[in-house]
């Protein structure tokens, strides 16, 4: 046996020390499939229901950290950023898109062109606590698994399922932050994978073609769904103990590491969160502040990624010769195809998504979340303001960089920031 520290979240007999330091020294050892007889020192055997050495009991969460990070969190983290980026990165990014080709072939007036995207982000609303509950009834690699099967029968059925719950509980405290952050390292590779597939595909094969090809990832995805194993902490809740250990243990042997020895036992939460708690005077000003931040990124992210094609689109609308004509309202079926110059500064732009997650990466544990958003949404509302001016094709592109980067920074810091909170 050898001896390790990690911070205990549950409730055990402590010394005075353990309770002044916040760590428990805990036995652990290698994973074994069952437990062997011990022999004690004078020869005779312990039964092995009886062989373990220890009284102490440990949690998921304790389990997780004193396992730690390894070969299961890099596999998880592929699958995971696989879904995040096929899921919604590209699926947002198609609504960019389309939003152009589907007004000219279709024939469609402006407000049914506003309304195919505004019915995904309904769908969104609507569904996000259905498929929360669900995963809290049946379990997160179920709804998981299903979700992608649902996604792919129609352009509309695009619900932003949260895989991250699923990768979070399996990832001790010290990583969580990098990893969630780093995740969004897919997310940016998913945007910028679909305009390059648009370039390549909707000259020639046009656009449903480009739908049929941006499922396949998450067809990917659905297969590699196998591999993934229920949340142990869904288990243990769940009353489900023995399975949820078997994951725990699977997870040691892939990392390496050893089991913490004990009785695993469930969390103790003396009585389930109800929405009610939200607004209690001790959460109310957090709860409302939060939500504020989340409207507020997610209408400017979005509202951005949106807008990008119509910049492009109205060319250089502070021309002289623009000016001397009279401003007229445009007919709501006028439209027009996007360019190939129009998907190159769409590429730019969209490229911008990688240095967002570098800046975050590196500054948010250096000056905090709360500093790291409020760096992100002011450099963000400085340059959307700067887009009312009389600017040229290049300087609009740049500035366009710049507030997607930092606007996608500060939706990554509000990840980070809201389940620590």
Not at 111 to 130: C, E, I, K, Y
Not at 224 to 239: I, K, T
Not at 282 to 298: D, G, K, Q
Request: contains cysteine.
């Amino acid at each position: 046996l050898r001896v390790v520290k990690f911070r205990r979240t549950g409730e055990s007999s402590r010394s005075d020390e353990d309770v002044v330091s916040g760590e428990h020294e805990v036995q652990i050892e290698g994973v074994r499939t069952e437990l062997e007889p011990v022999e004690l020192e004078d020869g005779a055997a312990v039964p092995k229901e009886f062989a373990n050495p220890t009284d102490d009991t440990f949690m998921v969460e304790d389990a997780v950290e004193a396992i730690g990070f390894g070969k299961f969190q890099w596999k998880l983290s592929v699958i995971t950023g696989l879904a995040w980026a096929s899921n919604y990165a590209m699926e947002m990014m198609i609504l960019s898109i389309l939003a152009p080709q589907l007004h000219c072939e279709w024939r469609l007036p402006s407000w049914q062109v506003a309304l195919l995207t505004s019915v995904v982000f309904v769908g969104m609303m609507s569904s996000s606590t259905l498929w929360g509950n669900i995963s809290d009834q049946y379990g997160r690699k179920t709804v998981t698994w299903h979700f992608p099967h649902c996604a792919n029968m129609t352009f509309f059925s695009m619900f932003p399922l949260r895989r991250v719950t699923l990768y979070a509980e399996f990832l001790p405290m010290k990583a969580r932050a990098k990893c969630i952050l780093l995740i969004e390292v897919f997310w940016a590779i998913g945007t910028v994978f679909e305009v390059l597939l648009a370039v390549l595909v909707m000259p020639t094969l046009g656009w449903r073609w480009l739908l049929i090809l941006s499922a396949l990832p998450l067809l990917l995805f659905a297969v590699l769904c196998f591999w993934l194993p229920e949340s142990a902490r869904y288990d243990v809740l769940s009353g489900n103990q023995e399975k949820a250990l078997a994951t725990l243990k699977r997870i040691a042997t892939e990392n390496g590491a050893p089991m913490p020895l004990g009785k695993l036992i469930i969390s103790r939460q003396e009585d389930r969160g109800k929405m009610r708690d939200l607004f209690t005077p001790h959460f109310r000003w957090t709860t409302l502040l939060l939500w504020f931040i989340w409207f507020s990124n997610a209408f400017s992210y979005y509202g951005l990624v949106l807008l990008t094609t119509e910049f492009f689109q109205a060319g250089d609308v502070c021309s002289i010769s623009s000016r001397r004509k009279e401003v007229k309202a445009k007919c709501s079926l006028t439209c027009e195809y996007l360019t190939e110059e129009d998907y190159t500064d769409l590429l730019w732009t969209t490229l911008s998504e990688f240095p967002g997650v570098l800046v975050t990466l590196w500054i948010i544990d250096r000056i905090g979340r709360k500093k790291t958003m409020a760096l992100s949404f002011l450099v963000f509302s400085f340059c959307s303001l700067l887009l009312f001016l009389c600017v040229g094709r290049n300087v609009l592109t740049a500035l366009l960089f710049i507030a997607r980067a930092f606007i996608s920074g500060g939706f990554q810091a509000a990840y980070v920031y809201t389940p620590e909170v």
